[in-house]
T-cell receptor
Framework: NAGVTQTPKFQVLKTGQSMTLQCAQD?????MYWYRQDPGMGLRLIYY???????DKGEVPNGYNVSRLNKREFSLRLESAAPSQTSVYFC????????????FGSGTRLTVV | GENVEQHPSTLSVQEGDSAVIKCTYS??????FPWYKQELGKRPQLIID?????GEKKDQRIAVTLNKTAKHFSLHITETQPEDSAVYFC????????????FGTGTQLKVEL
């Protein structure tokens, strides 16, 4: 039982390059989330998927797209990376029942140069 | 939308002392209040949570209290140890709020020897 698995763990991109961050959970959770964490800024929600087949914007969605591929997988895509997207990205999942906390992945440290 | 304010942003205590972190919120529909601990370079992990029908919950050296009337909840750590040094985030889940947590901005706790 791996919980929430994120890949890659580290990535360096050049400005303008694209990439996809992968996230998979094996807990049969309904809801999945993508956050970014910058120093002193806490956790900011980028996009989330309350259930398979749905996605919604969070507070900082610009420059990102997401795909809920199936119940297990939720990917985050940067189409044209910018230095402002340098951050640590966390994927999380929850049962979505309304009274349960998140399980976080181990994070992806992304640097855009 | 939901809003949660967390104080203090940094807290330094001597080993063995108690630490208290407080979060305030405005929406009375909030019904679930978890706390996360994030050690340096690691993922946030759920350490304790409380639901709106409970006033206090304890787990060994940590406790959470909820005052629904005043709309605040607090994390209490007693007999602090160096391994308690981390960033702590409060969060809340609002019924009908889109199946997502709203996080506080975090408190950097340092336990000094």
């Amino acid at each position: 039982n791996a919980g929430v698995t994120q890949t890659p763990k580290f990535q360096v991109l050049k400005t303008g390059q694209s990439m996809t961050l992968q996230c998979a959970q094996d807990m049969n959770h309904n809801s999945m989330y993508w956050y970014r964490q910058d120093p002193g800024m806490g956790l900011r929600l980028i996009y989330y998927s309350a259930s398979e087949g749905t996605t919604d914007k969070g507070e900082v969605p610009n420059g990102y797209n997401v795909s809920r591929l199936n119940k297990r997988e939720f990917s985050l895509r940067l189409e044209s990376a910018a230095p402002s997207q340098t951050s640590v990205y966390f994927c999380a999942s929850s049962t979505g029942g309304g009274n349960y906390g998140y399980t976080f992945g181990s994070g992806t440290r992304l640097t855009v140069v | 939308g939901e809003n949660v304010e967390q104080h203090p942003s940094t807290l330094s205590v001597q080993e063995g002392d108690s630490a208290v972190i407080k979060c305030t919120y405005s929406d009375s529909a909030s019904n679930y209040f978890p706390w996360y601990k994030q050690e340096l370079g690691k993922r946030p992990q759920l350490i304790i949570d409380i639901r709106s029908n409970v006033g206090e919950k304890k787990d060994q050296r940590i406790a959470v209290t909820l005052n629904k009337t005043a709309k605040h909840f607090s994390l209490h750590i007693t007999e602090t140890q160096p391994e308690d040094s981390a960033v702590y985030f409060c969060a809340l889940w609002r019924a009908g709020g889109g199946n997502k947590l709203t996080f506080g901005t975090g408190t950097q706790l340092k336990v000094e020897l």
